[in-house]
Each structure stands twice: as structure tokens, then as C-alpha cells.
């Protein structure tokens, strides 16, 4: 089996690559990445130590895709994905939009050409904002969980369902996946290649380049371990919020069987996420931080950010009964991963901020 994966040297991109090549015999994978992603470049040469044939390109240039060889699947792992990408000042939102729906129009030309399928990493994003910033929570062992006043085939205590509404506003970023998802699906229909659509909630693990806005797990952990200045932002600074997270490795098995399988009929949108059991607010992660690496003051900051909610967890029930798929990485596994990397780079942080 031939495959693309774009965005490989980012943190998803080459912990996906690195498990095809261990679980997938006789792969041959092919990379494209531009490295705007600072700490991306300490990707490309490990993985090209690996057999792996990395193209330095931009899936905004046509070109860059036309020179790359035809493949039986693209694995879309490239994306800005941060939520504030378009309103932060640090990206404009054509920017925004070119990188992440423009990048993936050009990837749908290059599987209708070549009779690729094509997988995209989405996002938990594309579900719509307001509904769940007026989510009644209640404080339960220091983080957010919802109170219903009756049963929701789109929402519970186990999380989002696909079917809970994406309509705006969702953000830039949340609408630019929506979009990609949308025309990826058009596509394949329209032009019989098979696309999933792989709808994931906070990636995590060691080796991530995390941020403030992205990535928080392992931005936490890291600035945690160098006693870096961290707050609770929004929600009365209480850091109550709650998100699920998911290691990228443990998305190769699912991504073997759909690739192993494309004619199989199910939903081709599915949430891919830890689900509660690998959810924890702020606060709760601050807990785990303070037994595993000591104290450390958290600052309370009560005015909000754009786009923030206070919980959203994805339920994953589809996709464990159409695929038998579910995460094997526990979540303080992950987090002490995160913590045992962070020990080791101290300057990681400055590496990719």
C-alpha cells in the first residue's frame, strides 16, 4: 500500500507515520511538509532515517502536489489548528482558509486524479459553539460536568454525539474544517474515491508542540516543569473547563482498518476521541502536575476568550461499534509520557514557540 500523508513532520503526522510503518507491513509512505510549524523540522530527518520520503512542500502550491507520486491514500494531517487562528493577530483569516480548505481542495484534485482515498484528522471543532457555552454545568470533583434536564440522542454525560449541531458559529478554524469536510465528502461521492472523515478531540502526547490555544496538555506539563507562568483563563479562573484527549498513536488501528476496508458501509463521520474516561479540567490536570513534578502557582484570569466552552467531550460509540475501534492509551499514561518528555528537553518550549 502506497500513502500521503501531509502535514508529517507535525506532531499527529509523525507519530501516524511512524505507527503504519510498525503495524502495516510493506508500507511505503510518502511526506509532505512545509515546516512553518516551529519544532516540525526535528521531525524530518528521524523520519527520513526511517525509509519514509519526505518532500519539503505546501499543499496551498499545486505544483508541490504535482510533483509528488501517485499513492492509494492521503492521510490529511495538516491544518493550523488553533481555534483563535484568524482573530489572534498572528494569522489572517485568508491565511487561515488557504491553509486549511484551500490546502484540502488541492488534495481532493490530487486524489480525483490519482483514484485515492482520502482521510481527514477533523476536529471537535466543527460543532457549533453557543449551544455548549450555555451548557448547564455543575463542579464535580473540581472540573465541569453537564446536568440534563432530559435524555439527547445528540449530547450526554458520554460526550457529544455526530449528530449535535455544526452550525455557526463554530470559529474560523471549527468552519474551515466543516468545509473541508463537506467538500471531501462531495468529492468522493462525485468522483468515486472513498473519504473518511475522523472527527478528533484534543491530540496528545510526548513530542508535542503545545501552546496556550493548542496542544494545552503538553503546554501545561512543560511549562509546569520549568515553573513557567500559567492561568485560568475565562470561567471565573476557576479552571473548571474540561476537554478529552487521545494519543495519535491510537488512531493507526483505526486508520489500517478503513484503509484495509473503504467499501464498508458506515457513517464515513465519526467522533475519534478519548471520551470521558480520558477527560480532566485544568484544574484537575494542575492536581496531577503538583503529585508528579511539585507546587506551582496558577494565576486567574476571569475575562473570556473567544470561542472557549466550558465542556466538550466527544462520544465515540459509532466508531467503536462500525470499526471495533478504541483508544489502548490510558490518559495519565499519556500525561506521564508528556511529563517524563518534558524532563528530558527543558528547553522545548522555546523550541517551538
Given amino acids: 500500500m502506497k500513502i500521503l500523508i501531509t502535514g508529517i513532520c507535525g506532531f499527529a503526522g509523525s507519530v501516524i507515520a511512524r505507527g503504519l510503518l510498525e503495524h502495516l507491513p510493506g508500507v511505503q509512505i510518502t511526506g509532505i511538509d512545509s515546516l512553518i510549524r516551529k519544532g516540525s523540522e526535528t521531525n524530518l530527518e528521524p523520519l527520513r532515517a526511517l525509509g519514509i520520503d519526505v518532500r519539503i512542500g505546501d499543499i496551498r502550491n499545486e505544483q508541490d502536489l504535482a510533483d509528488l507520486p501517485a499513492v492509494d491514500w492521503v492521510l490529511d494531517c495538516a491544518a493550523n489548528p488553533s481555534v483563535l487562528a484568524g482573530v489572534d493577530g498572528q494569522t489572517s483569516a485568508k491565511e487561515l482558509l488557504d491553509h486549511n480548505l484551500g490546502g484540502t481542495i488541492h488534495l481532493l484534485e490530487y486524489c480525483r486524479k490519482?483514484?485515492?482515498?482520502?482521510?481527514?484528522?477533523?476536529?471537535?471543532r466543527v460543532y457549533s459553539i453557543p449551544p455548549l457555552a450555555s451548557l448547564f454545568v455543575e463542579v464535580h470533583q473540581g472540573a465541569y460536568r453537564p446536568v440534563f434536564d432530559k435524555p439527547s440522542p445528540s449530547i450526554s454525560r458520554l460526550g457529544l454525539t455526530e449528530s449535535f449541531s455544526t452550525e455557526p458559529p463554530i470559529s474560523l478554524y471549527g468552519s474551515s474544517k466543516k468545509c473541508s469536510e463537506l467538500l471531501a465528502l462531495e468529492y468522493g461521492m462525485t468522483f468515486d474515491f472513498p473519504v473518511r472523515i475522523n472527527r478528533c478531540g484534543v491530540l496528545a502526547g510526548a513530542g508535542q508542540f503545545g501552546?496556550?490555544?493548542q496542544g494545552i496538555f503538553s503546554f501545561w506539563i512543560h511549562s509546569w516543569a520549568r515553573r513557567r507562568p500559567l492561568k485560568y483563563i475565562g470561567f471565573g479562573g476557576s479552571g473548571h473547563q474540561v476537554r478529552d484527549c487521545l494519543h495519535p498513536r491510537d488512531i493507526v488501528p483505526l486508520l489500517i482498518a478503513q484503509m484495509g476496508d473503504p467499501g464498508?458501509?458506515?457513517?464515513p463521520v465519526l467522533n475519534v476521541s478519548g471520551g470521558v474516561e480520558s477527560a480532566m479540567s485544568l484544574a484537575q490536570l494542575s492536581a496531577w502536575c503538583t503529585d508528579r513534578l511539585g507546587a506551582h502557582q496558577v494565576a486567574a484570569d476571569i475575562n473570556p476568550r473567544p470561542f472557549d466552552i466550558p465542556w466538550m467531550v466527544l462520544d465515540s460509540s459509532v466508531v467503536k461499534k462500525s470499526w471495533d475501534w478504541r483508544p489502548s492509551t490510558p490518559r495519565n499514561a499519556i500525561l506521564e509520557e508528556i511529563a517524563l518528555h518534558a524532563e528530558s528537553h527543558?528547553?522545548?518550549l522555546e523550541l517551538v514557540s
Avoid: E, N, Y
Fill in 264 to 267: 464498508r458501509q458506515v457513517d
Fill in 114 to 124: 490519482h483514484k485515492a482515498g482520502f482521510i481527514l484528522l477533523s476536529t471537535s
Fill in 211 to 213: 501552546k496556550a490555544d
Fill in 346 to 348: 527543558p528547553d522545548w
